[in-house]
């Protein structure tokens, strides 16, 4: 079966720049653990390449943009990539964000090398430039091929030749650096030295990996394509001719649209908890609302909601002439399962959904999980990972962490520091002076604006806290502060200026 | 309540269960941050989902001591003019919804808001004023120990917890909150008053 492989080279650094909004030719790599896991064009000229350290590449560039490495973000970039690509040719078998496999079109587009023309055509109209396109015989080649081709251009292995093609490439190929290490030490600099080999000694010598490809060289070993089924088509919409004038007509016109609407999300077991309800007028979209429902929406609730959406509209003015057509939109779908009444009560599911609900409100990023991770301030003690993504990047609790404050754990902390005042016995600001030493006892403080002066009624302190002391003048110092109302305060001396971190509440 | 029914109560921690309870669906009023932690602690180790909407100055650390599993916690810390309606939301799928509302609350809202509560069997504590709430708690003499002029660190603060129900005259209990040991969060304290004092002769 002739497979072919479209790679867009970089995907990573290209989904986050272009999350971004960031040109693609500036230099930028994506980091994960400060090794540079993905560079661009850019950064490569630089001299920037994959498995460098952090502080070796911002030295060769030293304006590199740096990124996180979120799987996520390109998997979910490169979901636009594959509903094009199933426009054109359904069955598509994506490997890894920017790598994907279909089966080649073969004679429709006229031929194999004009296939790849109508595919990276398209591409390029969704704005990824760099794409390069293989086919052969089977998914390895194609996916050699590929990475050989120019840019926005095909290579096309003939039927029967992926022998010959694979025999020029070297045995950096197999991607497993322990067993390139060793074909390289033994003298095997290609493939064509790989397949010279027997079978057998292949297999008992060098592992899975080197043994299929070595069947792949010879001309066997393809596997079959493990293709998606593409995302269901659920919209439904009813058109009306003549044009309907009359909410109640329209209504009624609709409940076989809306029966159908909820039976083939049934039937697929989902059920609908937010949708959007179109009207079109004139052949123009006169009117849109999303609706949203506690449980899940029925005919019914459809139906009642298309109603008040018709009656709002025709009393605002929304809607002047006839209607000709009526949509109803799935936003959000969710398993029937979930929305079934437990015998135990709801499930983690039901939350998500409900979460879900908070961040179609407020955005993506408005919920938050509380993480704690290791540091010496309490704010820098917990961390704040978006709702369904991975926290990255924590640094570990389990080391000492020395200048951190002892238990109990401050109930409130505060996101922007309150700008505070804590002044000695006479009157006059307490300064910090050299290795830790204060100018005076604290006798007054005040937390915040929003607070009053009041006397300090016990306190503790100072803790030197030894981080970054090679930044001039910075020296951070932490105290607790109890006031005469009981309430108690951590405060800290930044080099100059007196701040309030956190409240024990 | 009001169809005769009596509500379940949600899980307290040990230590506050005899001054406070929590009865499902309702809303209640609490001045201290520590405080709405430690009501959030009893369902979230129970196995339930809180949530907290509207505290930019959520202290992860303190409520993972004082027993709240973060994993099973949701955080809206800046909901801005929608407050309202992500409470709502979370109120649908958590059993217990800590809410700071920014602005004064209009009793309509409350009663609005009180209803999905006691349809869905959830509780609402409110850091800051709420109209008309099941019980108004509040933390009063708080008393810190463990520092002094210059040494020792913050270790365990006595307070007088006073809880006050409708027009009912408000009950007071004197706990250690949190505890000096920090293993209990919080304790009773018996203080002097209570105690029986010797008679002796007046006059």
Redesign the interface.
């Known amino acids: 079966m002739r497979t072919l492989v479209v790679w867009c080279p970089d995907w990573p650094v290209m989904a986050a720049l272009a999350e971004r909004d960031l040109p693609g030719h500036l230099p930028a790599a994506v980091f994960a653990a400060n090794v540079v896991q993905a560079c661009n064009g850019g950064a490569r000229d630089f001299g920037i390449r994959r498995g460098m350290r952090r502080r070796d590449a911002q030295s060769r560039c030293p304006e590199l943009i740096v990124l996180d490495q979120v799987p996520e973000r390109d998997a979910r970039a490169f979901e636009r990539v594959l509903a094009a690509l199933e426009e054109l040719r359904p069955g598509v078998a994506p490997l890894r964000p920017g790598l994907v496999a279909l089966r080649s079109p073969g004679r429709f587009y006229g031929g194999e090398p004009e296939a790849g023309a109508v595919i990276s055509e398209c591409l390029v109209g969704l704005g990824v430039r760099d794409v390069r396109i293989g086919i052969a015989d089977e998914l390895f080649t194609a996916e050699q091929a590929a990475r050989r081709a120019e840019i926005q251009q095909s290579l096309v292995i003939p039927a029967g030749e992926s022998g010959v093609f694979l025999r020029t490439l070297p045995v950096d190929v197999l991607d497993e650096p322990e067993t390139v290490g060793l074909l390289r030490r033994l003298g095997l600099h290609t493939l064509a030295d790989l397949a010279g080999l027997p079978t057998e000694t292949v297999r008992s010598r060098f592992g899975q990996r080197a043994a299929w490809i070595h069947r792949v060289v010879h001309g066997g070993g393809a596997r079959p394509l493990a293709t998606r089924t593409p995302p269901p088509e659920l919209v439904c919409e009813v058109d009306f001719e003549p044009a309907l004038d009359s909410a109640e007509t329209v209504c009624f016109s609709a409940r076989q649209t809306a029966e159908r609407f909820v039976a083939q999300l049934g039937q697929r077991q989902l059920v609908c908890t937010e949708v959007v309800v179109g009207v079109e007028a004139d052949g123009a979209l006169a009117s849109e609302r999303r609706w949203l429902h506690?449980r899940w929406f029925g005919p019914v609730d459809l139906i009642d909601r298309l109603h008040w959406q018709l009656v709002g509209s025709l009393r605002v003015g929304d809607l002047r002439s006839a209607i000709t057509r009526v949509r109803f939109t799935p936003e959000t779908v969710a398993s029937a399962g979930d929305h079934a009444d437990g015998l135990w009560g709801?499930t983690?599911a039901?939350?998500e959904?409900?979460?879900a609900?908070?961040q179609g409100?407020?955005g993506q990023d408005?919920?938050?999980?509380?993480?704690?991770q290791g540091g010496r301030s309490?704010a820098d003690?917990?961390a704040?990972v978006p709702?369904g993504e991975r926290s990255q990047g924590l640094r570990p609790r389990g080391l000492p962490w020395p200048g951190s404050?002892?238990?109990?754990?401050?109930?409130?902390?505060?996101?922007e520091p309150w700008a505070a005042g804590v002044l000695d016995a006479a009157g006059r600001p307490i300064a910090m002076l050299a290795r830790g030493a204060m100018s005076g006892?604290p006798a007054r403080f005040k937390p915040g604006a929003a607070e009053t002066w009041q006397p300090v009624a016990?306190?503790?302190?100072p803790w030197p806290v030894d981080e970054r002391w090679w930044e001039d003048g910075r020296q951070v110092v932490r105290f607790?502060l109890?006031g005469v109302?009981?309430?108690?305060w951590l405060v800290t001396c930044d080099g100059a200026a007196w701040i309030t971190e956190?409240?024990?509440? | 309540m009001e169809d005769g029914l009596a509500r379940p109560e949600l899980d307290v921690l040990p230590g506050l269960s005899q001054v406070i309870r929590l009865r499902a669906g309702g809303s209640y009023q609490v001045d201290?941050?520590?405080l709405a932690?430690a009501l959030m602690a009893g369902p979230s180790r129970g196995g339930a989902?809180c949530a907290a909407v509207g505290w930019?100055?959520?202290?992860?650390?303190?409520?993972?001591?004082l027993g709240v599993v973060?994993?099973r916690?949701?955080?809206?810390?800046?909901?801005?003019e929608?407050w309202l309606?992500?409470t709502a939301?979370?109120v649908?799928?958590?059993a217990l919804v800590l809410v700071k509302p920014p602005v004064r609350v209009p009793e309509g809202v409350a009663a609005k808001l009180s209803a999905r509560l006691r349809k869905r069997g959830a509780v609402l504590v409110s850091l800051g004023s709420w109209p008309r709430p099941e019980a108004l708690i509040s933390v009063a003499?708080?008393?810190?120990t463990?520092?002094?002029?210059?040494?020792?660190?913050?270790?365990?603060?006595q307070v007088v917890v006073e809880v006050r129900r409708g027009a009912a005259p408000p009950r007071r209990t004197a706990l250690r909150f949190?505890s000096l040991d920090?293993v209990t969060v919080a304790e009773r304290v018996e203080t002097p008053g209570q105690a029986r004092r010797p008679l002796r002769e007046v006059g």
């Open positions: 506690p709801g983690d039901r939350v959904r409900g979460i609900r908070v409100m407020l408005s919920v938050v999980a509380p993480v704690l309490p003690r917990q704040r709702w404050i002892p238990p109990p754990a401050p109930a409130r902390v505060f996101p006892e016990a306190w503790a302190g607790q109890v109302d009981g309430r108690a956190a409240a024990y509440d | 201290s941050a520590s932690l989902w930019d100055d959520f202290g992860a650390e303190a409520a993972a001591e973060l994993e916690t949701i955080l809206v810390p800046d909901p801005g929608a309606e992500a939301a979370l649908d799928v958590t003499e708080p008393q810190w463990g520092l002094g002029r210059g040494e020792g660190h913050l270790q365990s603060r949190p920090g």
